[in-house]
């Protein structure tokens, strides 16, 4: 039996907060990662903007289109994951106006397949929730650290440390719950006012750096399963070390390409007792 058992949905992440079950959440960019994720019963996955840093190496996610996020979440929703799946709005596709931002998340939803968007900010961004949440498109809103606004915040800074701040964060999360939003990221903020913001409103919070107090974690995938040897935020748990487990394999392949050894007989396709060639084998993850 699939530990999901049912398809997600931003009504299943409701259900969850008032049961007090805890939802799970990680980032996915293409089909083997929502597949694994899915089968692991991760509850909602995010193809966030991340996918500029950890993809395609960028220093923040400023730089990612509409058209690379829609590419990857076609590429996610292809698993066809039992997971909810959200798609980041990157960069410029909400800051100009209210309909822009609609039109983009149409195209999430008709291009990528997407079953939610996710949009950074508080206060300035209502009009544009509440625009995108009566076309229909679910929103989950994110306070606390925005990344998006890292030129406007000064760098990856955690947020409301101070009480003024702290306010913001909190009376933003209430608005947003009242404009129709079904879930919250909170980034990089203190344990105590995540623990403020989740007892404060009624609809899930999915907590990254704002401690254990939130109804819901998410992290990105490739950091929590170690799949680089690159700098990790203080609040990533790695639960494997791929990384060196990789970099061992590929060694072996090159010895044994170098010392002829592979391919072997065994990975090589003789001809049939009838004189033809055998098929050749197609993988396939499903």
């Known amino acids: 039996m699939h530990p999901l058992e049912t398809k997600q ?31 692991a019963g ?8 991340s996918l500029g840093m950890v993809l395609q190496g960028y220093a923040n996610t400023l730089k990612v289109t509409m058209n690379e996020m829609i590419y990857h979440t076609r590429m996610v929703t292809s698993a066809d994951p039992l997971s909810l799946v959200v798609a980041d709005m990157p960069f410029g596709s909400f800051h100009i106006s209210p ?30 929730i509440e625009a995108i ?8 809103g994110h ?13 990856f800074k955690t947020q409301g440390k101070r009480k003024e701040k702290a306010d913001e964060i909190l009376a ?24 403020q913001v989740t007892a404060g409103v009624s609809i899930p919070t999915i907590g990254i750096g704002a401690g254990k107090y939130c109804d819901g974690q998410v992290l990105v995938f490739h950091d929590l399963v170690g799949f680089t040897n690159l700098y990790q935020p203080k609040f990533v748990r790695q639960y494997a070390n791929l990384y060196p487990v990789i970099l061992e394999a590929l060694k072996n392949y090159i010895k044994d390409i170098h ?25 396939g993850y499903r």
């Not at 608005?175 to 980034?187: H, P, R, S, T, Y």
């Open 9 to 39: 949905t931003v009504v299943n992440l409701k259900k969850k907060k008032k049961a007090g079950e805890k939802i799970s959440s990680v980032t996915a960019y293409d089909y083997p990662t929502a597949k694994v994720a899915s089968d």
């Open 42 to 49: 991760i509850d909602m996955i995010l193809v966030g903007d």
């Open 99 to 128: 309909q822009q931002a609609v039109e983009n998340a149409v195209r999430f939803v008709k291009e990528g397949g997407a079953e939610a968007v996710k949009l950074e900010g508080g206060r300035k961004r209502f009009k544009t």
């Open 133 to 140: 949440i009566n076309a229909e498109i679910p929103v989950l």
């Open 143 to 155: 306070l606390g650290l925005t990344p998006q606004s890292i030129h406007a915040l000064g760098g």
């Open 172 to 195: 933003d999360a209430i608005e947003m719950e009242k404009l129709g939003v079904f879930a919250i990221v909170l980034e990089s903020i203190p344990v105590e006012l995540a623990k």
């Open 259 to 283: 010392s002829g050894d592979f391919p072997g007989e065994k990975e090589s396709y003789p001809i049939s007792s009838k004189g033809t060639a055998s098929p050749p084998y197609r993988r």
